[in-house]
């Protein structure tokens, strides 16, 4: 019982100090002459991911509200030195790089990098090496491609692969540097049988390499590879010594370089994670070092090659 009156007691005095200071405050804001402006109240400071708020002013002697704070925009984000960039060449795209926000930690992906422009110096790219696209003997340009394709040695067609060789005067016996315009590689057409061909260099707008680029090309020993493709193949049964393989390559299809008795060395990039079954089988390679990413490895990739050393193939992870 006496409890309860206690309680009664401490519930009826909060009531009281509740009203009269109400009482109180109401007095007060009719009876301010001179408003006296306090701190801000409410301030919030803008970061990158939230707005700030200025605060509001209440008078010190009436509690009265004098003025509504403003909202303050987002600061913008301080972004960091960029991360993973890559500058662009004549043959690769680059990449911006990704930054991070030092203070909120969000993570702005960047954006790729167009190819950069050939520098010719004569008839070379003093920074990839390529050359002027055309017909060359012993390094001279005989008749550049605007000229192979106005004289008939060359012409070209639309497919839905994109835009290919259509066929070649088989009596150009030296290098042909593929014009820029070509975006992929098939030989096995008809009109394309060229037995003088000696090397050929495939440019970067090649995006896809077919199934018989050297088909109808026999006597071509040197092919050198300028294209960012991510798959290799269509080499097969051809009299190939030298080929260079990008370092965008991802894949080195089955058959790719089957049959060809004539290629004893090949640099394979690390980038390759992939070698289809007979990919190097009956080739004339004595020796081949397997990159560290392979994690496919075909049957019989390397059947009849590699006989003196096998030891070799043990740094893939495939079988
Ligand atoms: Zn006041
Ligand atoms: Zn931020
Ligand atoms: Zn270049």
Known sequence: MLRWKRKLLVMFSILLCISCS???????AETCTEHVPGVPVGVTESTCTQTGYTGDIYCKVCNKRLSKGEMLAKLPHQLGEPINYEAPTCIKPGYSGDRECINCKQVFLGNTLGISDHQ?????CVNCGWKIPGFYIDNELIMDWDDLKANGYITTK?????????????NLGGLLVIG???????????NLYNDY???????RSVKELGRYILSNLPSVKECRLFCNV????????SNLERINIPDSVYYIEAYAFNGCKSLKHIDIPDSVIFIGGDAFSSTGLEELILPDNLEVLGECAFNESLKKSASRLDHGNGQ
């Open 197 to 203: 061909l000696q090397e050929m260099w495939i440019p």
């Open 180 to 190: 820029e315009e070509i975006t992929y590689l098939d030989g096995n057409q008809r």
């Open 230 to 237: 991510d798959s290799i193949s269509g080499f097969s049964s």
């Open 22 to 28: 109400l009482l109180e405050h109401a007095i007060a």
């Open 158 to 170: 639309e497919t839905s692969k994109g835009t290919e060789i259509a066929s070649m005067k088989g």
């Open 120 to 124: 010719f110096e004569g008839n070379d």
